[in-house]
Each structure stands twice: as structure tokens, then as C-alpha cells.
């Protein structure tokens, strides 16, 4: 009788990356409207966008009754306490993405990992540490694809939040990474990393230098899952996966244990769609479900403009006045969605995004009535100076006829 694969035990709240297809960690495709919005369409899983450690230090824990999430937020830095508007630095819905969210941490250096970890365990499934962004946001302070170069550090990191964290909040420890130039680099990378004590290994399919229109190299996969397996930690690719039935497809054929959706995602969300559940919809009522998600959680307009920007085509009539809008309404009003102003535009007065067409309008009001005053003002006095009694004429004496001098004869040279 053939003995059970070995596997990292999954911790009491944790999940299992198993045969799951879930939403990538992406910058702005990672908010929490993008996340609820994958999970309605069938995402196994979501995780978040980066989130670098020093940011998340130093934040308090809020509740937000108006739209049933839970912020974490700090004080803008050098402003009045007292009338700063607080930094939100992350958000998530608890009565829908708790139990399927994971969240990726961005640091260099463990005790701090361990600090940020701490502050938002007890609300996910997972904490991920980010080590294949290859922006230099990320790199230039040792984050990301940095780590690859680093992978003492980076196995210090991991080896600190499994101690550290799992017990406390009895959730599991993952990493993202790139493959690195040759197969024998990435092979002793994965070792190292799966000797960590973490449940789960995604692998983007490129190198730290190849950006996203460049083909996914998949030449490794096979070597990385199998090197997983022998350890027992879940493995997920990454890279051109497009569809949820090509990603189980995929990860099936190299034998990784599930797969990652980012650009399609970003475009279209509705990718998580099974054949089954007839695929992915048009991009018209996936851009009208994503801004009623955004105005449920009042989401800030510049990435529900981004992510729109992203879902409606370029060729699109509406495309010039969606990039142009300033709020809900504009938004609601480009994409000729009227049933959805009123609303829009209740919200717009909430996030206070009204107060550019209120502004321009009181400035306007003021002008015309400073023209209208300086106009009754002028008449008045025009009127007064025609009531005003004319003054005496000042009369000068004439002048003096001029002394008639004597005439002096002139030479004139010959």
C-alpha cells in the first residue's frame, strides 16, 4: 500500500493551497473591491497587494460600521492630530474575505515582518512574504525580487514568522518567488525555502529582469513542484495564466498543486468563471458590478478609476470621459449607468469628492456677485454725481498783455 505524499501540516485557521486558483497580490488590482469581486466570480482564494512592513507599524485597528470593514490607520506624518484625515493603509471585509484572504507582507528584516504580521493576523488565512516584485519600489529597500539575491535573509525571514506567528494565530507562512537564471540556482533556492516550515511556494515563471509581456518561462516548473512535494509544501504557478480552467489545466500539466491569475484578473475578474458557469462575461457588467463593489465599500476613486481604466476598452466612446471623471457620478455618468447616480452621487458628498463642482460653482457665485456690486456700486455713484448741485465756475483773471520789448538790431555777417 502506497504511503501518503508528506505534507506541511495546514494550521487550524490557515487554508491549503491545493488545488485552488487564486487572485494574485497586484498593487492596485489587490484592493479589496478587486478581491470581493474575484471571490463573487469564483477565486479560490485573493490575496492582498503588498504591504510594506514599516507602513503597517505604528497603525491602529478600526471597524468601519458604514461599511462593515476593518481599516488599518495611521495619523498622516507631521499633521495636526487633531483635524489630519488618518492614512489607511490596509482594508478588508471580514463577513466575506476572512477566511479566504492572504496577506502579503513586504520587509527585509524579520523582527520587523514579525511586528506587521502580528497586527493583522488574527483577520486572514495566510501571511505571505513578498519576494518576486521586481519594481523598484520594492527592491530599492531590500524587499521582493531583492531577497532572491539574499536567500539567507530571506529563509530568516520565514523561519521568524513560522515561529513566531503560526502558534499565536494558527495561520499558515507562504513566499512568492521568481525562477533565477538556471535551473541549479532555483533548485537550491526552493530547498532552502521549503526547509523553512512554510505551507506554500508560488513561482512566478520569470526571471526578475523579464516584465509581463514577455513569454512565462515555464522550463523549471515541473523541478520546482516536484522539490515542493518531497517537502510537503503546496505549490503555485504563476505567469500567462488566463482562465480558472487553463490554470487547473496548466498546473496539472507540470504538476504544481494550483495557479495565480494576475493581468486577467486586473482586465476582467469574471476569469474566474468555469466553462461550466459559462466562462468570463462581457466587460459591461463586470465594470458595472465592480463600481457598485466600490461604492459598498466607499473605495477611493483614483483606483476605481485605475481598475475601470483597465476593464473598459480604449476604443470605447466612454473611455475619454471615464479617464476624465472626478467622482462617482462622472464615472456613472460616462458609462451611461443613470439608475446608478443617485447614489453616486450621495457617496460623492460622503468622500467629499463633490466639493470640486461645489467649489468651482461658489467661486462663480462670488464672482458674479462681486461684478453685480461693482456694477450697482458704479451706477450709484454716476447717479449721485448727476444729483450733486453743480459747483460755481472758478474764474480766473485774465492775464497780463504782454510788455512789448525794444528792438535790437542784428548784424548779419557779410
Known sequence: MASSPKRVPIPRRGVDYRGRVVLAPMVRAGELPSRLLALRYGADLVWGPETVDRA????ERRHNSATKTVEWVK????ADASTACDNVIFT?????EANKLVFQIGTSDPERAVQAARLVAADVAGIDVNAGCPKPFSTSGGMGAALLREPDKLCAILEALVKEIVPEFEIGISVKIRILETPVETEALVRKLCATGITGLTVHCRTTPMRPRER???GQLRM???????AGVACLMNGDVVTKDEGLRLAKEFGADGAMIAIAAEKN???????????????????????QTCMDVRNRIQNTKYLLAQMVPGKEKAYRSLVQSKCYKDVCTALGWE?????????????????RTAGKQKKETK???ETQDASSDGQAKRAKAAAAPMPPPTISPEPAPPVEQPQVPVSLAT
Open 75 to 78: 495619523p498622516k506624518p507631521g
Open 216 to 218: 512565462a518561462i515555464r
Open 339 to 355: 439608475h446608478m447616480v443617485e447614489r453616486a452621487e450621495q457617496l460623492d458628498f460622503i468622500l467629499k469628492l463633490d466639493q
Open 367 to 369: 464672482r458674479k456677485a
Open 269 to 291: 475578474p469574471s476569469c474566474f468563471r468555469s466553462a461550466s458557469q459559462g466562462g468570463p462575461l462581457p466587460w459591461r457588467p463586470v465594470a458595472e458590478q465592480y463600481v
Open 56 to 59: 503597517l507599524i505604528g497603525t
Open 224 to 230: 520546482i513542484a516536484d522539490i515542493c512535494r518531497e
Open 92 to 96: 478588508t471585509h471580514p463577513d466575506l
